[in-house]
């Protein structure tokens, strides 16, 4: 079955570089997400959008900024990095709310040097 | 707001044996859904279980099963048979009815002894 597709799978970028992460959600899926995890902690909701308009925002930086596009895919840019940014983000894709579970895809390693 | 407590940061059991994770919640909202999400070294993350506030019926996944307590507001996780493809990160979840967001525990990192 087709999962949720995130790429890059690693990136690192240097301070003050800006990095786009992308999300191609499960098809039909119309609600994409995106969660921010720290070393050693728990994920951390940042952002969400339901067909195609952002539905939900959490603790995301104004540093940050997301879209999901017409054919569903999402991506996440960060401007300005910081040392404090480098995290595991994920994508997930639910179809309605969030209520039945997402389905997260494999995550993207961000270091920023 | 809600917040999702895990008590146990880290444990073990051998494996064939059965473990229990502990899971407490707060919320005043009456509809929500709770799940575990399990967290593997390859970092994926995996819906283990779900289970819905306005069931009675603890929600069972093969090996896995649950402990809902809602006036407790309590949800354990509990592992039969353990395996050690079963040693991983587990995460508590909540997601109030009609919100998009999980609100996840710190997690407890369980390891599956041979």
């Known amino acids: 079955a087709a999962g949720v597709i995130q790429s890059p799978r690693h990136l690192i970028k240097e301070k ?6 992308k999300c191609y959600p499960i098809p039909r899926h119309d609600t994409v997400y995106w969660y921010q995890q720290g070393p050693g902690q728990d994920p951390q909701f940042l952002i969400s959008f339901y067909e195609k308009m952002q ?3 959490g603790s995301i930086p104004d540093r940050f900024s997301a879209q999901q596009f017409s054919d569903y895919h999402s991506e996440l840019n960060m401007s300005s990095l910081e040392l404090g940014d ?3 983000y994920f994508c997930a894709s639910s179809l309605g709310t969030g209520s039945h579970g997402y389905t997260f895809g494999s995550g993207t390693r961000l270091t920023v040097v | 707001a809600q917040t999702v407590t895990q008590s146990q940061p880290e444990m073990s059991v051998q494996e064939a044996e059965t473990v229990t994770l502990s899971c407490t919640y707060d919320t005043s909202e009456s509809n929500y859904y709770l799940f ?4 593997p070294p390859s970092r994926q993350m995996i819906l283990v279980i779900r289970q819905e506030a306005y069931k009675q019926q603890n929600a069972t996944e093969n090996r896995f099963s649950v402990n809902f307590q809602k006036a407790a507001k309590s949800f354990s996780l509990k592992i039969s048979d353990s395996q050690l493809g079963d040693t991983a990160m587990y995460f508590c979840a909540f997601n109030q009815g009609g919100s998009e967001k999980l609100v996840f525990g710190k997690g407890t990192k369980l390891t599956v002894n041979p």
Do not use: F, P
Not at chain 2, 36 to 39: D, E, F, M, N
């Open chain 1, 16 to 21: 003050r570089e800006t990095a786009t992460l």
């Open chain 1, 55 to 57: 539905s939900d925002k």
């Open chain 1, 86 to 88: 480098s995290a595991l």
């Open chain 2, 36 to 39: 575990w999400y399990k967290q």
